[in-house]
């Protein structure tokens, strides 16, 4: 029974404790229930998502395979970089679900660490650059569909930078254990949660939204018969 004392408290102060204790006796239990429910609604859409990119990345390869390098160097290089971007962007949606909401806060922990190890390691550079540069004077990209790519490419460079700069001590101590000293390996480990990094991960799924659909835009442009033939004169002004 409560004191009399406490029934006279201002009804804030009351309310506050009844808070307190409420948290105290079934705070833990609600955040995995919510994890639970959170957790399958994000498996859930993963499926539907899953299944898409498996259908791009069948479908990249095929036509990637089919094309002939000597006719459509431009083409090839293109499907090439799509499908670099298709296979780690597979890896980051595969994680999302367990990083974000596994009821397991072991198994959450290394998603996460996974997770941002990707998108650390993820570096769009390694198949653009100078063969994006030879893609737009082969197959006379608009304008429109150029600046789309480059921006895209810069955003998502920008955000992946964002979590880098975060990530560069957990990375080495944390997901390739190197830190010799043990508790602090721990201490980052323990201490390492989804919302630290949320704006910078929010940020990034955005950049990499853009970047596909840039992506996509060019791809159907150069897959033209005039962007085509461009590709077959240049090749032979060349040969």
Do not use: C
């Not at 090839?76 to 596994?102: C, S, T, W, Y």
Request: glycine residues 2%; hydrophobic residues 40%; without cysteine.
């Amino acid at each position: 029974m409560f004191s009399s004392k406490f029934l006279q408290k201002n009804p804030s102060v009351q309310e506050r404790w009844y808070r307190s204790k409420f948290q105290k006796i079934f705070g833990h239990k609600l955040k995995i229930l919510f994890l639970w429910h959170l957790h399958r609604k994000l498996n859930k859409n993963f499926r539907v998502v899953d299944k898409a990119i498996n259908h791009a990345i069948d479908t990249t390869v095929f036509e990637y395979r089919r094309i002939d390098e000597n006719l459509f160097p431009a083409t090839k290089q293109l499907f090439n970089i799509g499908l670099f971007f298709l296979l780690a962007e597979r890896d980051v949606q595969a994680l999302k679900a367990d990083a974000f909401a596994h009821p397991n806060k072991t198994k959450r922990n290394i998603a996460l660490r996974t997770l941002l190890l990707t998108i650390y390691e993820w570096d769009m550079s390694k198949v653009t650059g100078r063969r994006m540069q030879f893609i737009y004077e082969v197959t006379g990209l608009s304008d429109t569909s150029k600046s789309a790519v480059v921006m895209a490419l810069k955003e998502l460079k920008k955000a992946r930078k964002d979590i880098e700069s975060q990530l560069s001590e957990t990375r080495h101590n944390t997901i390739a254990h190197r830190e010799a000293d043990a508790l602090r390996q721990y201490e980052i480990i323990t201490n390492l949660e989804i919302t630290q990094f949320a704006p910078a991960l929010t940020k990034f799924y955005y950049a990499s939204d853009i970047l596909l659909n840039a992506l996509t835009t060019a791809l159907i442009e150069i897959s033209t018969t005039k962007s085509l033939f461009q590709q077959v004169v240049h090749q032979q002004k060349n040969a």
